[in-house]
């Protein structure tokens, strides 16, 4: 037994060091994995939306993910593997098709997205739950649409949420207050909605660095 216990050891260590070198290897693969997944959910989204005529305005940037070799990068060259959809916007200088419930699904698949409008769409609260994981949204434009108070209950998660448009739509009162956990709101837009000075009174006080736009009756308050 004395014999073999250095070639046990060996053969131990050899394992063992063929195990990290699994793990290591392991995880830039698993993140490469990752990626290729996103970029195929988030070009097939695109082009989801291109296919349907609606005229989109896009901002694309390119990632500068640390620790990716350079060779990789010029591999996959303009791909979406290393870019991140920020910004969509519905063109209403040259639309004739307007957005609708069933393209907002294609949404759910840019998470890097920044900015969506799409005004005067025909969006309702079928629409708007699709955005609801998109917690990266910094301003939405969902003003003129059919939105109602149970389509704000999607929003509730969208912490970094700082510009939200909603005139001309049927929010009340009650959708309100699914807005007053949104701390770092800073614009609100409720011109032409069923909102009363009273509700919008409760919601400033709730989010006192938000400035909200009401009816010319109101004003705006600060």
Same mark, same amino acid.
């Given at each position: 037994?004395?014999?073999?216990?250095?070639?046990?050891?060996?053969?131990?260590? $050899?394992?063992?060091?063929?195990?990290?070198?699994?793990? /290591? =290897?392991s995880l830039p693969l698993s993140?490469?994995?990752w990626r290729m997944e996103k970029a195929r959910?988030?070009?097939?989204a695109v082009e989801a939306l291109q296919s349907t005529g609606i005229f989109l305005d896009w901002q694309i940037v390119r990632e500068s993910e640390p620790?990716?070799?350079?060779?990789?990068?010029?591999?996959?060259?303009?791909?979406?593997?290393?870019?991140?959809?920020?910004?969509v916007i519905w063109n209403t200088q040259s639309n004739w098709k307007p957005? $609708?419930?069933?393209?907002?699904?294609?949404?759910?698949?840019?998470?890097?997205? $920044?900015?969506?409008?799409?005004?005067?769409?025909?969006?309702?609260? /079928?629409?708007?739950?699709?955005?609801?994981?998109?917690?990266?949204l910094r301003s939405l434009d969902l003003s003129r649409t059919e939105v109602t108070d149970d389509g704000l209950?999607?929003?509730?998660?969208?912490?970094?949420?700082?510009?939200?448009?909603?005139s001309g739509t049927q929010i009340t009162d009650g959708g309100l207050e699914y807005l007053k956990g949104l701390?770092? =709101?800073?614009?609100?837009?409720l011109k032409g909605t069923q909102a009363t000075p009273e509700g919008v009174q409760r919601l400033q006080e709730a989010l006192p660095n938000c400035?909200?736009?009401?009816?010319?009756?109101?004003?705006?308050m600060q």
């Open positions: 037994m004395t014999k073999n216990s250095p070639k046990r050891r060996w053969f131990q260590f $050899r394992l063992r060091t063929l195990l990290i070198g699994v793990l /290591v =290897l993140w490469f994995a959910k988030q070009r097939e620790g990716v070799p350079t060779w990789l990068a010029k591999l996959f060259g303009d791909s979406y593997l290393f870019v991140e959809v920020r910004q957005v $609708r419930d069933e393209h907002m699904i294609h949404l759910a698949d840019l998470p890097d997205l $920044r900015r969506i409008a799409v005004p005067t769409c025909r969006v309702s609260d /079928v629409g708007v739950e699709h955005l609801k994981g998109l917690t990266n209950k999607h929003l509730k998660e969208m912490s970094e949420l700082q510009h939200l448009f909603l701390a770092n =709101l800073k614009w609100l837009s400035k909200i736009e009401y009816d010319e009756t109101l004003a705006v």
